[in-house]
């Protein structure tokens, strides 16, 4: 669906107020989506869409999954946790999986970035050299 210029500026102002400290609120979203459905400005159907497109992003960019192969005790969940926040800032919402294929250390993804320090992986990369 072809978005016009004004509309992408209003979505982005509007994500741009959704925010306190560079974290998402998901109230002020709900209430910038009520004063829109309010107003009814002009295009506000994309202006929503749009605003909807964004805040699906950032949220897909905060999600944090962190498998290990045997559950990590709550005190290491909470170190990697707070690790993890000092990298990428606050609001992050961390998952810890198990996943007993890694066969040793942790496998980190946060957004797009992936961090692998499994055994599984560094078998593989050997595999490949040979």
């Known amino acids: 669906m072809k978005i016009s210029k004004q509309a ?3 979505a982005r102002e509007l994500f741009h107020s959704c925010l306190v400290n560079g974290v998402l609120d998901e109230n002020r979203v709900r209430q910038a989506v009520t004063l829109v459905l309010a107003k009814k400005p002009r295009s506000y159907i994309e202006i929503l869409s749009r ?3 964004l805040v699906k992003l950032e949220v897909e960019r905060r999600a944090t999954r962190v498998e290990s192969a ?3 005790p709550p005190d ?3 170190k990697v ?3 993890l926040g000092k990298i990428y800032g606050a609001g992050l919402s961390v998952s810890f999986v ?3 294929a890694l066969i040793g250390g942790l496998r980190i ?3 797009s970035d992936l961090y692998d320090g ?3 992986a560094r078998l593989t990369t050997l595999a490949r050299r040979f």
């Open 8 to 10: 992408q500026h209003n």
């Open 51 to 53: 605003l909807h497109r």
């Open 70 to 72: 045997t559950p990590l």
């Open 76 to 78: 290491l969940q909470t």
């Open 81 to 83: 946790t707070e690790q």
């Open 98 to 100: 198990q996943n007993p």
């Open 109 to 111: 993804q946060v957004g």
């Open 118 to 120: 499994s055994v599984r």
